[in-house]
């Protein structure tokens, strides 16, 4: 499992901008099954995505790919980890053991 930290590095209007592209990128990935989270950080200087069942070679590529990313408005700091409690009821992919 994977924690996407973004941070914006462009103003807002920049940010903005690429929103609607960004969106259609996310929900390309949550159909995938990549991506079981996202959302904005409060204040909103970025956002977070969680992300499963997915090899950190693979996920790179596919951030590389965001419109965030394409248009140089976020820079992203990745953290792997592995959930070992989840909350009764929670249900995630299993991760790809590697």
Do not use: C
Not at 12 to 31: C, I
Not at 40 to 65: H, N, S, T, W
């Amino acid at each position: 499992m994977y924690v996407i930290n973004l941070s914006y590095i462009a103003s807002l209007e920049r940010v903005d901008d690429a929103l609607d592209a960004h969106r259609a990128f996310l929900d390309e990935q949550f159909a995938a099954g990549v991506f079981v989270a996202a959302g904005p950080k409060v204040p909103r200087d970025g956002g977070v995505i969680l992300a499963v069942g997915i090899e950190r070679e693979k996920l790179d590529a596919i951030l590389a790919a965001d419109p965030f990313a394409v248009q140089q408005v976020a820079r992203y700091d990745v953290t792997e980890f592995k959930a070992t409690r989840l909350a009764p009821g929670l249900n995630l992919p299993m991760p790809i053991e590697g």
